[in-house]
């Protein structure tokens, strides 16, 4: 059995949480894409600093919407990172595309750019940048590439919500940006995502595939600023991707208290660095110079041959300290591996950080003796490698956060 948590991997908090139109909302018999997801759609454009953000039912459906919005489809090719969830790769080919994995670089996680440059090719119709933990990819010589060869620029923002480059958002550079609000990221509301652009086509394409290819949705097809009912056409079969009203209303709380919890999470990453920095057999990935990081996951790398990450983890985990992975590669993920023939040669860096990486509590409600406590955790453990042999075995906890 696991030990009672001690601390907890995230800890989603609605500070802003107003229990009266908690209460009218329910009221009003609108629940579904209407005035609440207009209003998150508009603060979260604004946060961005992009014109158009479409509010959707996850940060996957925002990544299937941008790549059919940027026309992507069967015959192209879309190169993006080995170490993301699975979802990055499903959805190119769920559009009848091919992903072309480019391995990381081991200091940061994020993709090579050098290595994106060398993968280009004709059929390149889409780069996803994967911004790993928070940390921007380094975007000025992928933004070059998108100038030389002109294909679409997508962020798979799933982490990095705050994350600025050259204090720019994800969203502002390249094409489109796909964010995430799953239940333990930085802005969770349980399940959704956001679409955000500046491109207006690629917007109203999204609005349109997000309600099954209808022209008018519900709320414009009578809502109650509406006297009659209004016809809808089909433009295109699309997909049920919608967000509700109580998600959005949970994401609107917390647009303002996000610079507070990216400060916060930013004492306990520094924390973090400073106990576990010098600690040997541990790999602390490097940050840019250019980047707010949004300090969405403290990963540390196990890099000692004399101890087994898949049996330290659960000894963590034993001990109280809710640890998990982020990620193992994709080349690395049994189906991925035998439908493209992928093998550890093929990703050398993303492959053994997929094997190494473990994942530590970070969320803005921990305190700093709680950081020393998972620190000193991990560094006994590690001081007595296979030791503790009845917390050796126990699933580990891997997920899409």
Known sequence: MTAPWKVRLAGPSFPALDLDALSRLLESGWLTNGPQVQAFET?????????????????????????????????????????????????????????????????????????????????????????????PVDLAPLMALK?????????????????RYDNTSMAAMGDTACFSFYATKN????????LATNDRAVAEKARVLRSHGMSKDAFIRHGDQHERWQHWDMLQPGFNYKMTELAAMLGCGQIAHLADGLGRRAELVARYEQRLGGVE??????????????????????????????????QLRAHGIEASIHYRAIADLTWYRETFGWSEKDFPHAIAAGRQCITLPL??????????????????????????????????????G
Not at 56 to 67: E, M, N, R, V
Not at 147 to 163: S, V
Not at 288 to 312: F, G, K, Q
Request: aromatic content about 2%; hydrophobic content about 50%.
């Open 43 to 135: 603060a979260f454009a604004a946060l961005q600093g992009v014109e158009h953000a479409v509010a959707l039912s996850s940060c996957t459906a925002a990544l299937h919407l941008a790549l059919i919005a940027h026309g992507v489809g069967p015959g192209d090719e879309v190169i993006t990172s080995p170490m993301t969830f699975a979802a990055t790769c499903n959805v190119i080919l769920q559009v009848g595309a091919r992903p072309v994995l480019v391995d990381i670089d081991p200091t940061t996680m994020n993709f090579d750019t050098g290595l994106v440059a060398e993968a280009i090719t004709q059929r390149t119709r889409a780069v996803i940048a994967v911004h790993f933990a928070g940390l």
């Open 147 to 163: 100038a030389q060869h002109g294909f679409a620029l997508i962020h798979d923002a799933a982490h990095a919500t705050e994350a």
């Open 187 to 194: 802005l969770p509301i349980g399940e959704g995502g956001m």
């Open 281 to 314: 057999g541990l790999l602390l990935s490097a940050s840019d110079a250019r980047s707010v990081h949004a300090h969405h996951l403290m990963v540390v790398r196990i890099i000692r041959d004399d101890v087994e990450r898949d049996v330290l983890l659960p």
């Open 363 to 400: 969320h803005s409600q921990m305190t700093l003796a709680d950081v020393d406590l998972v620190a000193d955790s991990l560094i006994a453990l590690l001081a007595r490698p296979g030791h503790d042999a009845d917390h050796q075995s126990g699933a580990a906890g891997i997920g899409p």
